[in-house]
């Protein structure tokens, strides 16, 4: 059956422009070539987000190093607030070993390092300043960070966006459901929704559906958003499913950071209340675009004008599956 459903909160997004608060770790990249690209998936959404006019507020941590000194620095040029960026001074700043094979990333995710000891900043975090709370996984692998962490998802009282985004060795099963439930939004991709299911791997509507089913009653979460690589990715909300298709890669580069980009443009819309059906849309192309570029971050501002774009796509109809 096909056509748009309106739904109310959460699927349209926070009913503010308030900055989102990211919580998470800050790296750097290292490929084979010897090139290191500024990263981490917290970090690639924020800079996405400022890319696209958000000014989000980045939690996370540094060292005392010329990577941390250089981290601050890319953020000043690129207009981002450094306020929450922490200094830790005996820890480096993160540092992953990146891999390449058919154009497809692997990490070997260094440890320990600043990014495991995010703490609570001195001032209490005041919801009425920021739209949402982000967040994923990686950062929660140790105990101080992880405690920040948990006292966010409890107590912020801030809409939350869950990117699981599961890194091996570090991701921890038992935090999966004090993560996701009660989270306005979870995003994950086709393999982590196998894993965390415990069903056959599938990029089928119907299987999508039964998956996330069997997600929110092991784990809570409201809307989900589902990315299958070149597949397309799923917006699921209650028992409707909405797809969209991914565009053609032109000049494909690498696919570090399509994930992350997907996720920034979605909540670029969901901040502007944007139904969450119609948000992949945009959120498909965008990603598409950051695979044709190096890494996952770029300066290239022609990237980040959707101007136009957004009512094109909104203005379309989206494939859209009933309850079944």
């Not at 990490?107 to 009425?128: S, V, W």
């Not at 070149?230 to 209650?238: F, M």
């Not at 570090?256 to 959120?283: K, M, N, W, Y």
């Amino acid at each position: 059956m096909l056509g748009v459903r309106s739904i109310t909160m959460p699927n349209a997004g926070p009913p503010s422009r308030l900055p989102p608060l990211i919580f998470g770790e800050v790296l750097f990249d290292h490929f084979p070539d010897g090139r290191s690209v500024l990263g981490g998936a917290p970090f690639n959404v924020a800079w996405n987000l400022q890319g696209l006019g958000n000014s989000p507020h980045m939690l996370t941590a540094v060292g005392k190093d010329a990577e941390g000194e250089l981290v601050l620095k890319e953020m000043q040029d690129w207009g981002m607030e450094r306020g929450g960026v922490q200094h830790h001074p005996q820890l480096s700043t993160g540092r992953v070993v990146v891999t390449l094979a058919g154009g497809q990333p692997t990490y070997e995710i260094l440890h320990p390092c600043a990014f495991d000891q995010i703490k609570l900043p001195e001032q209490a975090i005041d919801a009425a300043h920021y739209s949402l709370l982000y967040y994923g996984t990686l950062a929660a692998r140790d105990t101080i960070s992880q405690s920040t962490l948990l006292h966010l998802v409890q107590h912020s009282g801030l809409p939350r966006f869950v990117d699981l985004n599961i890194r091996q060795p570090w991701f921890d099963h038992a935090l999966v459901r004090p993560l996701l439930d009660g989270a306005e939004w979870v995003k994950l991709n086709d393999e982590e929704l196998a894993e965390l299911s415990g069903q056959p791997h599938s990029t089928v509507a119907i299987d999508i559906l039964c998956s996330v089913r069997i997600m929110r009653e092991k784990y809570g979460g409201s809307v989900y958003f589902v990315t299958c690589g070149a597949a397309g990715a799923y917006a699921l909300v209650e028992d409707r499913i909405h797809f969209a298709p991914s565009p053609v890669v032109q000049n494909l580069q690498d696919t570090v950071g399509a994930g992350d980009a997907f996720t920034a443009a979605t909540l670029h819309q969901l901040l502007r209340q944007v139904p969450s059906e119609s948000a992949i849309r945009l959120a498909v192309q965008f990603a598409a675009q950051v695979c044709a570029i190096r890494g996952a971050t770029t300066t290239a501002r022609n990237l980040y004008q959707f101007e136009g774009r957004e009512d094109d796509i909104n203005s379309n109809e989206d494939s859209d599956h009933g309850n079944s």
